[in-house]
């Protein structure tokens, strides 16, 4: 028989290993084989995703999608329960001004590169905004990878007044 010293000890050290167990599952990273890595690290992953505020009408979402692997990624489009109609848009210059369109063949992310979605740029647009989206609010979005893994994070709201940014019908929205 133990010693209720003993069992106190032993107590004691098991939470201790189970401490160190979870310390050391964090920091596995650093020492698995690049194999074990690659296959446990999401392919496409987004950091700082934001959504615009908004009332309602149209609203987008921006962050920095990161590529993890050796190859390409290309997001084909996006469902979110804020929007029944997702796009992949780009700004680009047309006729003299800016203008928003959905970007042919979605947003391609080179192999360990990052693609920046950014107000002004490439953005994942929000048609017919189904609530209002106020700030500090929680989006959850799913984006599609052409032959992957789908994505799917949170998306906080913040109020965003920079450039003329409104996205809301006839902003030269194509």
Not at 28 to 49: E, G, N
Not at 62 to 89: C, R
Request: proline share 7%; charged share 15%; with cysteine.
């Amino acid at each position: 028989m133990f010693s209720r010293h003993a069992l106190l000890l032993t107590a004691a050290a098991v939470v201790a290993l189970a401490g160190c167990g979870s310390q050391q599952v964090a920091a596995a990273p650093a020492t698995r084989s690049p194999a074990v890595a690659a296959k446990q690290s999401p392919a496409l992953t987004i950091t700082d995703p934001w959504v615009k505020t908004a009332k309602k009408g149209m609203s987008a979402a921006f962050g920095t999608l990161v590529n993890n692997t050796d190859a390409e990624v290309t997001v084909v489009s996006g469902a979110s329960p804020l929007s029944p109609k997702i796009e992949l848009h780009e700004v680009v210059q047309s006729g003299g001004k800016m203008i928003m369109r959905p970007k042919e063949g979605g947003f391609v992310i080179p192999a360990h590169g990052t693609h920046e979605l950014r107000p002004g740029g490439d953005h994942i647009m929000l048609m017919s905004v189904a609530q209002e989206v106020l700030p500090g609010a929680k989006i959850p979005f799913t984006l599609t990878v052409k032959g992957g893994e789908p994505l799917e994070f949170t998306a906080i709201g913040k109020d965003f007044a920079g450039g003329k940014e409104d996205y809301q019908p006839g902003m030269g929205h194509k």
